[in-house]
């Protein structure tokens, strides 16, 4: 952990608070308020990971008395919860950051504070970079974000009176800190979900892992989230029946590697497939989920499982990231061509209307013509239903940046739209397949573009907007799973009618 302070700015948050409690005590005494909730802004990018991160953080700073607002210009404090994954996904911080500077320079005591991924990674070096920051903070840190702020906060309110150096709210010598501590992976304790009443949405995240020991070569996560922890199962099913006591009805286990899963101790090291089993009991839940696996640890157990347990949708995120085993060896990905078709033969033997889905890397290091035909001829073969696909971005402190990264951009980009036309039309065929069936859909609430329609998923994960029922109230359906009529297939979405 490293503090980024100034020595004025030490002695003086020392002579205020030495810990997150005693910051707190001296944050209340000093601010000259009511008892009115302080407002926190929340802006995230990235996976599913953080988007779970950003609701603990709204649980914690909640019991510090804040509220979550969804106007920046009204914040007391601003989050940015970062991701590194690729280097657009960095800038996007960067330029959120540029965004809310008017905002601390009209209003100085706002703070801003970066969490997420490219914080833990870069610490004290954010700071540097992005002078609005007051605070970077790491994944491990949000239990003790309400506490950091308070640190803040003490300083900003201390006399001006006793400062011996000129003081902006922008200034070099405010206080500023980089709280990057990695908790052991020993001593590492998930942060249970502590959803309210009417908080809480028909489908939600739930933790089972955290970080990631698989270290592919293009890959910042192990850097940035740590050695792989697995949750305890208990843990996983209570806060799983939490969520369900206050209205979800679909939950999506969610870690870097959920196949890796290992906190049961099963004989053949198959707990994922255990604790599978375990969430589909949990009474109330209709739908279960689970994102995102690795190929190399996802068992036959773990397929068996889509056609054994009622709650388990009919999806697979499968990240295959190129087609061709020359470049899968140089990625580290432990698996060849031939077994990764071979699970998806056995996945679908098993569950043959399965939708599935995969990431894509194109332009990684040594990526030949050849090499590039064969992640084309593997899209041809499995058949997703959607992909998400990247040009190889080189991330700093991950090994293939000991590879020469010879491709131009030109042609990385130019690979990158073959893959993406290629899938859409593969797409368009697989949507197409949905359209005259009558499919159970998870009524989740009323359709972004309004007009009153109703919005839900199919298990394949399809998006279906439909018409609310002509008589009685639609929203006596949200939360429940109804046969719906497909009657359209859009580029992304399904149109269908109440059957
Ligand atoms: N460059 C491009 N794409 C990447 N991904 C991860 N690291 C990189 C990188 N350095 C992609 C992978 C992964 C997804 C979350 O992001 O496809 O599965
Ligand atoms: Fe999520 Fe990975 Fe981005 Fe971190 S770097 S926020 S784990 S996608």
Same mark, same amino acid.
């Given at each position: 952990?490293?503090?980024?302070?100034?020595?004025?700015?030490?002695?003086?948050?020392?002579?205020?608070?030495?810990?997150?409690?005693?910051? @707190?005590?001296?944050? $209340?005494?000093?601010?000259?308020?009511?008892?009115?909730?302080?407002?926190?802004?929340?802006?995230?990018?990235?996976?599913?990971?953080?988007?779970?991160?950003?609701?603990?953080?709204?649980?914690?700073?909640?019991?510090?008395?804040?509220?979550? @607002?969804?106007?920046?210009?009204?914040?007391?404090?601003?989050?940015?919860?970062?991701?590194? #994954? !690729?280097?657009?996904?960095?800038?996007?911080?960067?330029?959120?950051?540029?965004?809310?500077?008017?905002?601390?320079?009209?209003?100085?005591? =706002?703070?801003?504070?970066?969490?997420?991924? =490219?914080?833990?990674?870069?610490?004290?070096?954010?700071?540097?970079?992005?002078?609005?920051?007051?605070?970077?903070?790491?994944?491990?840190?949000?239990?003790?974000?309400?506490?950091?702020?308070?640190?803040?906060?003490?300083?900003?309110?201390? /006399?001006?009176? $006793?400062?011996?150096?000129?003081?902006?709210?922008?200034?070099?010598?405010?206080?500023?800190?980089?709280?990057?501590?990695?908790?052991?992976?020993?001593?590492?304790?998930?942060?249970?979900?502590?959803?309210?009443?009417?908080?809480?949405?028909?489908?939600?995240?739930?933790?089972?892992?955290?970080?990631?020991?698989?270290?592919?070569?293009?890959?910042?996560?192990?850097?940035?989230?740590?050695?792989?922890?697995?949750?305890?199962?208990?843990?996983?099913?209570?806060?799983?029946?939490?969520?369900?006591?206050?209205?979800? !009805?679909?939950?999506?286990?969610?870690?870097?590697?959920?196949?890796? *899963?290992?906190?049961?101790?099963?004989?053949?090291?198959?707990?994922?497939?255990?604790?599978?089993?375990?969430?589909?009991?949990?009474?109330?839940?209709?739908?279960?989920?689970?994102?995102?696996?690795?190929?190399?640890?996802?068992?036959?157990?773990?397929?068996?499982?889509?056609?054994?347990?009622?709650? =388990?949708?009919?999806?697979?995120?499968?990240?295959?990231?190129?087609?061709?085993?020359?470049?899968?060896?140089?990625?580290?990905?432990?698996?060849?061509?031939?077994? *990764? =078709?071979?699970?998806?033969?056995?996945?679908?033997?098993?569950?043959? /209307? #399965?939708?599935?889905?995969?990431?894509?890397?194109?332009?990684?290091?040594?990526?030949?013509?050849?090499?590039?035909? /064969?992640?084309?001829?593997?899209?041809?073969?499995?058949? *997703?239903?959607?992909?998400?696909?990247?040009? *190889?971005?080189?991330?700093?402190?991950?090994?293939? $940046?000991?590879?020469?990264?010879?491709?131009?951009?030109?042609?990385?980009?130019?690979?990158?739209?073959?893959?993406?036309?290629?899938?859409?039309?593969?797409?368009?065929?697989?949507?197409?397949?949905?359209?005259?069936? $009558?499919?159970?859909?998870?009524?989740?609430?009323?359709?972004?573009?309004?007009?009153?329609?109703?919005?839900?998923?199919?298990?394949?994960?399809?998006?279906?907007?439909?018409?609310?029922?002509?008589?009685?109230?639609?929203?006596?359906?949200?939360?429940?799973?109804?046969?719906?009529? @497909?009657?359209?297939?859009?580029?992304?979405?399904?149109?269908?009618?109440?059957?």
């Amino acid at each position: 952990m490293s503090n980024v302070t100034l020595p004025l700015s030490d002695s003086l948050a020392d002579s205020l608070a030495t810990g997150p409690a005693a910051a @707190i005590a001296s944050h $209340t005494e000093a601010l000259p308020t009511t008892a009115a909730p302080r407002r926190v802004f929340i802006e995230s990018f990235g996976c599913q990971m953080n988007d779970y991160d950003v609701a603990r953080m709204v649980e914690v700073l909640r019991k510090s008395g804040y509220e979550r @607002i969804e106007e920046a210009e009204q914040a007391d404090l601003i989050v940015i919860n970062t991701c590194s #994954i !690729r280097e657009k996904a960095e800038n996007k911080a960067a330029s959120a950051a540029g965004r809310y500077r008017p905002l601390k320079e009209k209003n100085p005591s =706002l703070i801003v504070a970066l969490g997420g991924c =490219l914080a833990q990674q870069e610490g004290d070096a954010l700071l540097k970079k992005i002078p609005v920051a007051d605070l970077t903070f790491g994944p491990d840190q949000i239990p003790q974000l309400p506490g950091h702020v308070a640190t803040l906060l003490g300083q900003q309110s201390a /006399d001006p009176a $006793t400062w011996a150096r000129p003081r902006t709210p922008l200034g070099k010598y405010r206080l500023r800190l980089a709280k990057t501590e990695v908790i052991d992976v020993e001593d590492y304790e998930f942060l249970d979900a502590d959803p309210r009443p009417g908080d809480v949405s028909i489908t939600a995240l739930v933790t089972i892992q955290k970080g990631c020991d698989n270290y592919c070569a293009y890959c910042v996560v192990p850097n940035t989230r740590g050695r792989e922890v697995s949750r305890p199962a208990d843990q996983v099913v209570a806060e799983i029946k939490r969520f369900v006591d206050q209205g979800a !009805r679909e939950v999506t286990l969610i870690g870097q590697n959920v196949n890796a *899963y290992h906190a049961i101790g099963m004989p053949d090291g198959d707990d994922f497939a255990e604790l599978l089993a375990r969430c589909d009991k949990v009474p109330g839940l209709r739908r279960l989920r689970f994102t995102t696996s690795h190929p190399h640890y996802f068992s036959r157990k773990v397929a068996d499982a889509f056609r054994d347990l009622p709650t =388990l949708c009919p999806w697979l995120h499968l990240p295959v990231q190129a087609g061709s085993s020359r470049v899968l060896a140089m990625m580290a990905r432990d698996y060849k061509r031939e077994d *990764y =078709l071979d699970k998806i033969a056995y996945i679908k033997s098993v569950c043959p /209307d #399965i939708s599935l889905s995969t990431d894509i890397i194109v332009g990684y290091p040594g990526e030949t013509e050849e090499d590039f035909q /064969d992640t084309c001829s593997l899209l041809e073969l499995v058949r *997703y239903d959607s992909i998400y696909s990247f040009s *190889y971005s080189r991330r700093p402190g991950t090994p293939a $940046t000991e590879l020469e990264d010879t491709l131009p951009q030109e042609e990385k980009s130019r690979r990158l739209q073959i893959v993406q036309a290629l899938q859409r039309t593969i797409t368009n065929e697989r949507m197409a397949r949905m359209v005259g069936r $009558t499919e159970p859909v998870l009524i989740e609430g009323l359709a972004r573009m309004g007009n009153g329609q109703l919005c839900g998923r199919t298990g394949g994960n399809h998006t279906v907007n439909m018409d609310p029922p002509a008589t009685g109230e639609a929203s006596a359906l949200i939360g429940q799973v109804v046969p719906v009529y @497909i009657t359209q297939a859009r580029s992304h979405t399904l149109a269908g009618q109440l059957a």
